[in-house]
Structures are given as C-alpha cells and as structure tokens.
C-alpha cells in the first residue's frame, strides 16, 4: 500500500505559476504510474496529465497541453505538476494517484489504486 500526499497549492493569479508536490510513503514510487486529476466545484473529477513508472512517457488533457507539465524523481519518491499560465477555470482541488495496472498510465479514474488528499488551487482574474 502507498500512501499519497499532495502539497504546493493555493491563490495565484490569472498568468501565474504554481508547482504541486505529491510525497509517496509505504513503497517504492517507481512501481506506479502515476498521475494528476482535478475537480472543481460542482463538477466531475477529471484527467489532468500522466507520467510513466520511470517518466519516460507522459501525457496531457488537452486543456493543459503546452501550460502543464508533469515530471518525477522516483530517487526522492515524489511526482511534480509545474503550472504556468494558469487561467481561472484551472481553480479545483489537484489530486495526484498511482497505478500498478499500467506502465504508463491512463486517463481513467477507476484505473488509478491509491489517491492523495488534495490540494486546492486557486486562480483568480
């Protein structure tokens, strides 16, 4: 079992940046894919971008493609989401997960074994 803890959000303007942590404990990082999910309020939790069990292979929402990017250090057993040119409708709670089903991820919630807590952003205009 891993256990998954977000961190790094909070209130950023329209333009800014923002860098998300996810710390794993439990067991070795590099045995999951893993990746990024969001939901805003009212809304469905929704697919963000995925990494690979050793980062080669990533993948992104369309939404976030070219502004997000998503990278980790299996050495420091931690997943990062660097953010820039945030847009107000990029304000949710950030979840990271892990998958031991797949080799590099996918975008489907019910794939991914084990979920952080959150972390919320904001974006304000």
């Known amino acids: 079992q891993v256990q998954l803890v977000e961190s790094g959000g909070g209130l950023v303007q329209a333009g800014g940046s923002l860098r998300l942590s996810c710390v794993a404990s439990?067991?070795?990082?590099?045995?999951?894919?893993m990746a990024w999910f969001r939901q805003a309020p009212g809304k469905e939790r929704e697919f963000v971008a995925r990494i690979s069990r050793g980062g080669g292979s990533t993948y992104y929402a369309d939404s976030v493609k070219g502004r997000f990017t998503i990278s980790r250090d299996n050495a420091k057993n931690t997943m990062y989401l660097q953010m820039n040119s945030l847009k107000p409708e990029d304000t949710a709670v950030y979840y990271c997960a892990s998958s031991s089903r797949s080799l590099i991820g996918t975008t489907r919630r019910s794939d991914y074994d084990y979920w952080g807590q959150g972390t919320q952003v904001t974006v304000s205009s």
């Open positions: 439990g067991r070795s990082l590099n045995t999951y894919a």
